[in-house]
């Protein structure tokens, strides 16, 4: 079993749907990312928490340390949020990464 | 602040080759993480360098090899090229200390053995 499980693997919305990516891990953690990574590969950090809740414009992420769960919400989604979202823990002080297999998500008009 | 940089951002090698790939972090960021993204495998930790030491290490062979030097960039080297080293190489900065820090990630180098 991978220590970070990523739901769904695909997910495809129309214009303006609600979206949730979930994320669930096995270890004990010290923060927890979630990266965008758009076709052609650049990785971008999206949120980094360690507990509750962060909003960004239409985006939003939180997290359960005790469930050991963590969600990230976009709101009105847009085609150009088309995009793979990966959800990554961080284990110990080093800054090493634990990646889920992320989820492909398609927006349509 | 100027954002991670990595060269070359793509590179065609032949097996049996060594390539070596460049990382310069965000000014002030001390912490160079290196990472593996295969279609097979998804991404995979190679290793950190902070200060100048490996810090930690994944499940790599020895022909992956890396260092960072005293200005904080950072270089990773692949020895004896197999075709399953082709990959998107990232490599991500961060300050490396503290209770939690987030990492910025570079652009790639994408590498494809022939």
Redesign the interface.
């Given at each position: 079993k991978n220590e970070v499980e990523q739901s769904p693997q695909n997910l495809t919305a129309q214009e303006g749907e609600f979206i949730t990516i979930n994320c669930s891990y096995s270890v004990g953690i010290?923060?927890l990312?979630w990266?965008q990574q758009h076709p052609g590969?650049?990785?971008?950090?999206l949120f980094?928490l360690?507990s509750g809740k962060k909003k960004h414009g239409r985006l939003i992420a939180t997290i359960n340390i005790q469930e050991k769960h963590s969600s990230l919400h976009i709101t009105a989604s847009h085609p150009r949020d088309s995009a793979v979202y990966?959800c990554?823990v961080?284990t110990?002080t080093?800054?090493?990464?634990?990646?889920g297999?992320?989820t492909r998500l398609q927006v349509t008009l | 602040k100027a954002g991670v940089t990595q060269t070359p951002r793509y590179l065609i090698k032949t097996r049996g080759q060594q390539v070596t790939l460049s990382c310069s972090p965000i000014s002030g960021h001390r912490s160079v993480s290196w990472y593996q993204q295969t279609p097979g495998q998804g991404l995979q930790f190679l290793f950190e360098y902070f200060s100048e030491t490996q810090r930690n290490k994944g499940n790599f062979p020895g022909r992956f090899s890396g260092r960072q030097f005293s200005n904080s960039r950072s270089e990773m080297n692949v020895s004896t090229l197999e075709l399953g080293d082709s990959a998107l190489y990232l490599c991500a900065s961060s300050t490396g200390t503290g209770e939690s820090f987030g990492q910025y990630f570079g652009p790639g180098t994408r590498l494809t053995v022939t």
């Open positions: 010290s923060a990312h990266l590969g650049g990785i971008v950090s980094m360690s990966i990554a961080l110990g080093a800054s090493k990464l634990t990646f297999t992320g | -």
